[in-house]
């Protein structure tokens, strides 16, 4: 079956962490860009980090360099989402997504919030 399947999501505290999973399945996730998107409330869904097939090519929005890392592991066919220094502007549902066959996951919700 062809899917992504996130998990990590959760309520967080302002300035906490967080680390989301993404999970491929049924494509050959080893070859594939990754993306992780999220959309806030009211607003569109943008992108915020890349990262290559062999993670040699890395991007973030702006909004959230120095604080967000994402890597994967290829032998697990699995993205990560390492979320520092958490800001409530941060609240949003968070979606893994494979571009070149435009998969996305089933989103996981992330709140920032005292």
């Known amino acids: 079956q062809v899917q992504l399947v996130e998990s990590g999501g959760g309520l967080v505290q302002p300035g906490g962490s967080l680390k989301l999973s993404c999970v491929g399945s049924?494509?050959?996730?080893?070859?594939?860009?990754m993306q992780w998107h999220r959309q806030a409330p009211g607003k569109e869904r943008e992108v915020v980090a890349s990262?290559?097939?062999?993670?040699?090519?890395?991007n973030y929005v702006p909004s959230v360099k120095g604080r967000f890392t994402i890597s994967r592991d290829n032998a697990e066919n699995t993205v990560y989402l390492e979320m520092k220094s958490l800001k409530s502007e941060d609240t949003a549902v968070y979606y893994c997504?494979?571009?070149?066959?435009?998969?996305w996951g089933q989103g996981t919700q992330v709140t920032v919030s005292s």
């Open positions: 997504h494979a571009p070149t066959s435009n998969l």
């Open positions: 049924g494509f050959p996730f080893n070859k594939y860009l």
């Open positions: 990262i290559s097939s062999a993670s040699g090519v890395i």
